[in-house]
Nanobody, 118 residues
């Protein structure tokens, strides 16, 4: 059974930091491309950052220079370090795992709430 479990969300003030974690099980983690998405109320889910199985990272323009995605293949976990948080970063953050080999394996976590407010 595949599980992606996010943690680390919470309520912070603008300018503060949070570190999200996504612990996975049931997948061959080091083969999967991992990503963080977010969805704010009334908006579509958007890609925040992704990291390939080889460790190459990509970021949305809105978070470049503030967020860092990383992975620990020994712990089957992907992280999102979020610095200099802004109110517009408020959203539910979702972890995603993708692997393609003739077919697509695509899994999602349940989400963790991040609220940035003074």
């Amino acid at each position: 059974q595949v599980q992606l479990v996010e943690s680390g969300g919470g309520l912070v003030q603008p300018g503060e930091s949070l570190r999200l974690s996504c612990a996975t099980s049931g997948i061959t983690f080091n083969r999967y491309n991992m990503a963080w998405y977010r969805q704010a109320p009334g908006k579509q889910r958007e890609l925040v950052a992704d990291i390939t199985s080889g460790g190459s990272a990509n970021y949305a323009d809105s978070v470049k220079g503030r967020f860092t995605i990383s992975r620990d293949n020994a712990k089957n976990t992907v992280y999102l370090q979020m610095n200099i948080l802004k109110p517009e970063d408020t959203a539910v953050y979702y972890c995603n795992a993708k692997f393609t080999l003739n077919t697509l394996w695509d899994y999602w976590g349940q989400g963790t709430q991040v609220t940035v407010s003074s």
